[in-house]
C-alpha cells in the first residue's frame, strides 16, 4: 500500500456530477492541494468539452491545486500529470512494458488510450491561476466502445484488458498522488527541464511521422521533440514547427 503524501487533502465521494467541476466549487474553501475521487460521475467531461465515459469501476479524479507561477508555467503540469500517471501504471502493475505518453496528455498501452488529463484554472488573481484542476480519467476496468469515441480517435483500452491487473479506484489514488507528489517536488525544484526529458523518454512515436490537427490547420511531419513551452515541435518539408495544441493522430 502506497504511503499517502504529506500536505495533500483526500475526499472520496459517493457520486459527483464531475470531479472537476467539485474541485472549483471547493477551491476557495481549501487550505491546500487537494486530490478529489468520484466514484461515480454522471456529467464526466474529456477535453474541449466532450463527454467522457466513466462506468463503474473507473476512475475520476481531480487534484486541486493553488500554484504561485505565471499560467504558461502552471500549463506545464499536464506533463507532471503524465509521468505521475506513467508511474503509477507501474507501480500498481509492476510493469513499464507497453506504456507510453502521448502529446500533450493521454497515456497509451499497448498503443491503445488508457488515461486521459484535463487541466482547467479556475479563476484568476492578479494576471495568475487562482487555482489549477487536474482531471484525470483512466480505465482501469472498461474502456468505451469505438462507437463512444470520435472517428480516428485512438481505440481505448482498459488496464484489466491489456494486463490482467483488477485495481481499484482508491488503490489507484494511492498510488497515483505518491507519483505525483514526487513529481510535483521535482517540477517546483528544477524546473521543467528534468520532467521534459523523463515525459520524451516516455513518448509515443518521438522520431516517427504524426499528424497534428486543430480546428483550422492540419500539419504532418515528424515528431522532433517537445520544447520548453511544452509545446509539440514537427520537422516538416517546409521546416520545424512548434505546435501549442492540437489532436495528435498516428
Not at 506545464?76 to 503509477?88: D, K, N, T, W
Not at 482547467?120 to 482531471?135: D, N, P, Q, T, Y
Not at 482498459?158 to 505525483?180: K, N, Q
Not at 516516455?202 to 511531419?221: D, F, P, S, Y
Amino acid at each position: 500500500m502506497q504511503e499517502w503524501p504529506a500536505g495533500y487533502g483526500r475526499r472520496v465521494l459517493a457520486e459527483v456530477d464531475s470531479t472537476n467541476a467539485e474541485a472549483a466549487r471547493i477551491a476557495p474553501e481549501l487550505p491546500g492541494p487537494e486530490w478529489i475521487l468520484g466514484l461515480r460521475q454522471t456529467a464526466g467531461r474529456g477535453r474541449r468539452g466532450r463527454a467522457w465515459a466513466d462506468p463503474e469501476g473507473n476512475f475520476a479524479a481531480t487534484l486541486i491545486m493553488r500554484p504561485t507561477e505565471s499560467p504558461d508555467r502552471v500549463a506545464l503540469r499536464s506533463f507532471v500529470a503524465a509521468l505521475a500517471l506513467f508511474e503509477a501504471f507501474v507501480a500498481v502493475t509492476g510493469r513499464s512494458q507497453g506504456l507510453s505518453l502521448k502529446w500533450p496528455n493521454d497515456v497509451l498501452l499497448n498503443g491503445g488510450k488508457v488515461a486521459g488529463i484535463l487541466l482547467e484554472s479556475a479563476g484568476m488573481v492578479g494576471g495568475g491561476v487562482s487555482h489549477i484542476a487536474i482531471g484525470i480519467g483512466v480505465n482501469l476496468r472498461h474502456a468505451p466502445g469505438v462507437e463512444q469515441v470520435e472517428e480516428g480517435a485512438m481505440r481505448p483500452v482498459s488496464l484489466l484488458s491489456e494486463t490482467g491487473a483488477l485495481v481499484t479506484p482508491e488503490e489507484f489514488l494511492d498510488a497515483l498522488a505518491a507519483a505525483y507528489a514526487q513529481a510535483e517536488a521535482q517540477f517546483t525544484a528544477y524546473g521543467f527541464e528534468p520532467i521534459r526529458t523523463a515525459w520524451l523518454d516516455r513518448a509515443a512515436r518521438l522520431g516517427q511521422v504524426i499528424t497534428a490537427r486543430t480546428a483550422r490547420h492540419e500539419t504532418t511531419g515528424t515528431f522532433e521533440t517537445v520544447d520548453l513551452q511544452g509545446n509539440l515541435v514537427l520537422k516538416t518539408a517546409k521546416g520545424r514547427v512548434a505546435i501549442p495544441a492540437a489532436d495528435i493522430f498516428f
